[in-house]
């Protein structure tokens, strides 16, 4: 398994770039790392996916390096509503199947 | 478009009772999920289906029986319920291995006293 370790929280003020970083040392070759976000009482909710460099959307970017140990979700210029919690996630390639471990999660609490 | 609908939103056991979550998906997807999330806590894999007739276990399938015979549905069987199994259970689909993102049910919140 690809085991992933993030930092447990963080805090920002509204308008603040915000990057959280997500260590996978033991990522294999065929996985993408995936970020997810969740709001108290609901489902986690897919926000970006990459395999290496950048790959941006409307909503973030991440940022992976070369070796691919590690990647980085960045919200540009946060707000209130973005307080929430995020996952990365490293797909692993279990015996005939796809098994999906979500690991603590960062908690990002966006203050005014 | 429903997306992924578990029943029931809110169901409260007693010890030892048994009782099933009910989970459908109306996107064809072929991987399934079953994920419980306790207070202020991760999600936690419970089982976990690549297709029909297919499933097996996550981090934690004690205490926990799933099936999957049609594509669209994906039951989860609690037998003897106890109280470290108060949680809210999330069921989760995708449509293939590695990429693609995960969609999720809203939650089944589970008291069991």
């Known amino acids: 398994l690809a085991k992933t370790t993030q930092p447990i929280s963080m805090d920002s003020y509204e308008g603040q770039e915000v990057n959280i970083t997500c260590s996978h040392n033991?990522?294999?070759?065929?996985?993408?790392i995936t970020w997810y976000q969740q709001f108290p009482s609901q489902g986690p909710r897919f926000i970006i996916q990459?395999?290496?460099t950048k790959v941006t959307n409307e909503v973030a970017s991440l940022f992976i390096p070369a070796d691919r140990k590690s990647s980085t979700l960045s919200l540009p210029r946060v707000s209130l509503s973005d307080t929430a919690v995020y996952y990365c996630?490293?797909?692993?390639?279990?015996?005939?199947?796809?098994?999906?471990?979500f690991g603590a999660g960062t908690r990002l609490f966006v203050k005014a | 478009n429903a997306g992924v609908t578990q029943t029931p939103k809110f169901r409260i056991l007693k010890i030892g009772q048994s009782m099933t979550l009910q989970c459908t998906q109306d996107m064809n997807h072929n991987y399934m999920y079953w994920y419980r999330q306790d207070p202020g806590m991760g999600l936690k894999l419970i089982y976990y289906s690549v297709g029909a007739g297919i499933t097996d276990k996550g981090e934690v399938p004690n205490g926990y029986n799933v099936s999957r015979s049609t594509t669209e549905d994906f039951p989860l069987r609690l037998e003897l319920a106890a109280p470290s199994q108060t949680s809210v259970y999330f069921c989760?689909?995708?449509?293939?291995?590695?990429?693609?993102?995960?969609?999720f049910g809203e939650g089944s919140r589970l008291t069991v006293l």
């Open positions: 033991n990522i294999a070759t065929n996985d993408y």
């Open positions: 989760a689909s995708t449509r293939g291995a590695n990429t693609g993102e995960l969609f």
């Open positions: 996630l490293v797909g692993d390639q279990g015996t005939g199947g796809f098994k999906t471990i």
């Open positions: 990459g395999y290496k």
